[in-house]
């Protein structure tokens, strides 16, 4: 019986030694007080108030998409930010690109996943300047109950290997399996301003989840 417990208290710790291999701990990608580990367009329309990352204006619309980056790409993570998305005018819209890449023409542009925010879109799956449609989500009336308006709100991203899962304050609003295998399963993540709006975004406590 001795033996027996001797084994069964050595496979406990391989099994959370294995454990801990497999995922780092959690990373604040966001210092909450400077653009390090960031880039993007820092002098007219992404700054920092309060501990936070804000893009956009109530003032003038913004005139086209813009994002600001991470400098590193990451593939497999548990992504979890608190954000706040304010508008008075046009088309009020946010998201956070995922396994992304930015692009050349326009350069402003990214292409890949976005966890969407915003009338119509809150918590659903977009792909951008890709495929250019909704991947999955749930209707956004239903999702919208469970934000809360001109306030901070919760968003977790998972991404492991092709599957993703979106929650906004807890609740689950996207499980998707990506069934084209040539999507690259790794790339930048970008914070979204979209155009044509008059609107700001918030984001902080940011917090990433290397999956190994």
Known sequence: MKYLLILSAAATVTLAAFSGDTHRKPERIFDGKSFKGWEGDTLKTWRIEQGALVGGSLQTKVPNNDFLCTKRSYSDFVLKAKFKLVGTEGFINSGVQFRSKRL??????????????????WGSLYDESRRNKTLAGKPAEEVAKLLKPNDWNDYE????????????????????????????????????????????????????????
């Open 104 to 121: 050349t023409n326009p350069s402003y542009e990214m292409e890949g996943y976005q966890a969407d925010l915003g009338d119509k879109y």
């Open 157 to 212: 991203i998972r991404a492991d290997k092709r599957h993703i899962v979106l929650k906004i304050n807890g609740v689950t609003t996207v499980d998707y399996t990506e069934p084209d295998t040539n999507i690259p399963q790794s790339g930048l993540i970008g914070l979204q301003i979209h155009g044509g709006g008059k609107a700001l975004v918030y984001f902080k406590d940011i917090f990433i989840e290397e999956l190994k």
